[in-house]
């Protein structure tokens, strides 16, 4: 395993903010997970594992010892009864990963095309997009327990699987080094089109029964253009959270604001469009420093150039506050701020 002290992480977060960790350690290889978790290297110290770095928006140095994955494979394991179970290595990018599924016609990950961060991340906050989780076609994860060095298999209904959420962000939290994660993919490609805008784009161009390659194309061309390239505009993907309130309350905000944007979760509860409310209060293309709120997609916040976490932090209690004052919701963050 590579350790290097005084790191900067900014190559390492999507936001792209300049601090520093104590040490910084990068798991290339299997072994190099037995490695540390055998050697007890975290033991007594403070420490985070980082996945794609997509999700988290450091505020100060991090003193401590951070853990990144990198590189890997994908794997088919075995073909049985109309699944493909597919095991990749925790480093492998999410983006690589779900392009080599589709590639190979092992189906159930187009719609969650584009997403940044790494494989090893995914199981963490249960990605999702358009439609799918990552809860959807997770078989099962491999982890290290850092706190006991053993080695463990989690099965899919021991994940504690829910939007944004799993175990590993909950009772588990950073005990866990995910080193594999294997996938159940279907051998028949049943389109998952319950997401009404990928539906209308599809439908606008004529595409009744779409192929999996089309869908991952659809909607990477939508993300494209609702979402910054990472590449190019520091972000942490969406900042916050599609609330979900009780449905009594969606139908009370319903009636003063008809437009709200909203998806019924159960019987009981509807989650709320938070991009739709924090357009609504006027917050979309502002800027606070050098801090924005990106102007194609308002639950996103970027980074206008060299803006720190702090900066990030005051964005996010200004949107907070103004939303529970105008709206009375709350709104939660999806990125995690260290
Ligand atoms: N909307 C607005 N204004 C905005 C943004 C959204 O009015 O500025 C309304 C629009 O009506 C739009 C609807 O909200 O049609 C939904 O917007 P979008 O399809 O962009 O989805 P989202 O609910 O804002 C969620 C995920 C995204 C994921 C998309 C598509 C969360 C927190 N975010 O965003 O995930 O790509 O759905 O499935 O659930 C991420 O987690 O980082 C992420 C990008």
Request: aromatic residues 10%.
């Amino acid at each position: 395993m590579k350790i290097e002290k005084h790191c900067s992480l900014k190559p390492y977060n999507t936001f792209c903010i300049d601090v520093e960790a104590t040490e910084l350690v990068t798991l290339q290889s299997q072994e190099d997970y037995a490695q540390l978790v055998g050697s007890q290297y975290l033991k007594g110290k403070n420490y985070f594992v980082l996945g794609g770095g997509s999700n988290v928006v450091f505020t100060r140095d991090f003193d401590g010892v951070v853990v990144r994955s990198e590189g890997g494979s994908v794997r088919l394991l075995e073909h049985r009864d109309g699944h493909y179970f597919v095991e990749a290595d925790a480093g492998v990018l999410w983006d690589d990963f779900v392009r080599h599924c589709v590639a190979n016609e092992w189906f159930g990950v187009e719609n969650m095309v584009s997403i940044p961060g790494t494989v090893g991340a995914s199981p963490v906050q249960n990605v999702g997009a358009y439609g799918v989780e990552a809860k959807d076609v997770i078989e099962s994860v491999h982890l290290f327990d850092i706190e006991t060095g053993e080695k463990r298999t989690m099965r899919n209904a021991d994940c504690g699987f829910g939007y944004r959420w799993s175990v590993f962000k909950g009772a588990l939290k950073g005990r866990c080094l995910v080193d594999r994660v294997v996938f159940r993919l279907d051998e028949h490609y049943t389109p998952k089109l319950n997401y009404q805008a990928l539906r209308n784009v599809l439908n606008e161009r004529g595409m009744d029964n779409p192929t999996a390659q089309q869908v991952c194309d659809v909607v990477a061309e939508v993300r494209a253009s609702k979402l910054p390239d990472p590449k190019v505009i520091g972000s942490a993907g969406s900042f916050f959270k599609n609330p979900v309130v009780p449905a009594a309350e969606a139908e009370r905000l319903k009636a003063e604001y008809p437009e709200l944007v909203s998806f019924p979760v159960d019987q009981q509860h509807t989650k709320l469009s938070a991009g739709w409310m924090i357009e609504k209060a006027g917050w979309k293309g502002r800027d606070r420093g050098q801090v924005g709120v990106y102007e194609k997609q308002a639950l996103v916040l970027v980074n206008r150039g060299g803006c720190t976490g702090d900066e990030v932090r005051q964005m996010a209690d200004a949107i907070i506050a103004d939303i529970m004052a105008r709206f009375g919701v709350r709104l939660e963050l999806e990125a995690i701020m260290l």
